[in-house]
């Protein structure tokens, strides 16, 4: 099992910055690929960015491609977002997520570790 604990959400004013870190333990090689995923209120969870195990290879949303930037550290296991010139439908609760051999890494149901989440909040 992998266990992922995410860090760094908070409040930010539209056009400002923010860095979500997700650290991960246990058998982190069994779920190579990671991801963020986020969920607003009343809304569904949705897909925002996932990378390879190495991180060569990497995905985005197109609502954040641009904008956030996915990258990961397999030495110190952690997964990061950078996300630049937030705007307030960014606002959301961000997940860290984990899986095994996803075919497209873009839905939900593909990851089978998931953290707690973080809330996100940018103010209109």
């Known amino acids: 099992q992998v266990r992922l604990i995410e860090s760094g959400g908070g409040l930010v004013q539209a056009g400002g910055s923010l860095t979500l870190s997700c650290a991960a333990s246990g058998r982190t090689f069994s779920r190579p690929v990671m991801g963020w995923f986020r969920q607003a209120l009343g809304k569904e969870r949705e897909f925002v960015a996932a990378?390879?195990?190495?991180?060569?290879?990497?995905i985005y949303s197109d609502s954040v491609k641009g904008r956030f930037t996915i990258s990961r550290d397999n030495v110190k296991s952690t997964l990061s977002l950078q996300m630049n010139n937030l705007k307030p439908e960014d606002t959301a609760v961000y997940y860290c997520?984990?899986?095994?051999?996803?075919?497209?890494?873009?839905?939900?149901?593909?990851?089978?570790?998931w953290g707690q989440g973080t809330q996100v909040t940018v103010p209109s």
């Open positions: 997520a984990a899986a095994r051999n996803p075919k497209t890494a873009t839905t939900a149901n593909e990851y089978d570790s």
């Open positions: 990378a390879s195990w190495d991180g060569t290879i990497t």
